[in-house]
Each structure stands twice: as structure tokens, then as C-alpha cells.
């Protein structure tokens, strides 16, 4: 069973950082891919960042130019720094992680959750 422990969420004003920590604990299988997703109250899960095992990056228009996300494989850790923030850009971050195997095939492990609040 892989968990998946979440950090680093809070209350910035707008303009301010936080960084997001996301590691998953080792297991049998291999990561493919880490990435953060975000969803606001009354809104669906979406797509934030995700960064994949050989390093590609994919960003969500929104958060291009203010978010880096970032991969440390040594440490099955995933980062994703954010810059600038804004209003809009509170929800609660939800790490994900894309895992598969040989044996046992692709499964995806969700984090708890952290809640992001960006005051005016």
C-alpha cells in the first residue's frame, strides 16, 4: 500500500509563495508520474501541474509562469512552488500519484489534501 503524505499548504496574502511537498512512500512499484491537482469549493478537481518520470512538465494555463513544479526521484518527493498567488487560486491541493507495475498494472494514489487560502 502506498501513502502519500502531503505538506506545506496555508493562508498567504495575494502576491505571496508557498511551496507544496507531496512524498509517497517506497513500494514495488515504479513512478510514472507526480502531480498536484486543485479543487475550490463548489468546483471539480482540476489538473494543476504534473511532472513525469523522465521530467516532462505539463501545466495548467491558469498557473503557467507562476508555478513550478519539480521532482526529487531519490526521495519519491514531489514540489511544486508557488509564486504570485492570487484569489483564485484557492482550493485545496490534492497530490497525485501515478504508479505502475509489471505484475499488478497502473493504480493512482491521491494525497489527503492541503488546503491553499490566498486572501485579497
Known amino acids: 500500500q502506498v501513502q502519500v503524505v502531503e505538506s506545506g499548504g496555508g493562508l498567504v496574502q495575494a502576491g505571496g509563495s508557498l511551496r507544496l511537498s507531496c512524498a509517497a512512500s517506497?513500494?514495488?512499484?515504479?513512478?510514472?508520474?507526480m502531480g498536484w491537482f486543485r479543487q475550490a469549493p463548489g468546483k471539480q478537481r482540476d489538473l494543476v501541474a504534473a511532472?513525469?518520470?523522465?521530467?516532462?512538465?505539463n501545466y495548467a494555463d491558469s498557473v503557467k509562469g507562476r508555478f513550478t513544479i519539480s521532482r526529487d526521484n531519490a526521495k519519491n518527493t514531489v514540489y511544486l512552488q508557488m509564486n504570485n498567488l492570487n484569489p483564485e487560486d484557492t482550493a485545496v491541493y490534492y497530490c497525485?500519484?501515478?504508479?505502475?507495475?509489471?505484475?499488478?498494472?497502473?493504480?493512482?494514489?491521491w494525497g489527503q489534501g492541503t488546503l491553499v487560502t490566498v486572501s485579497s
Open positions: 497525485n500519484v501515478v504508479l505502475t507495475s509489471v505484475t499488478f498494472g497502473t493504480r493512482e494514489v
Open positions: 517506497r513500494s514495488i512499484f515504479s513512478i510514472r508520474s
Open positions: 511532472v513525469a518520470d523522465g521530467g516532462s512538465t
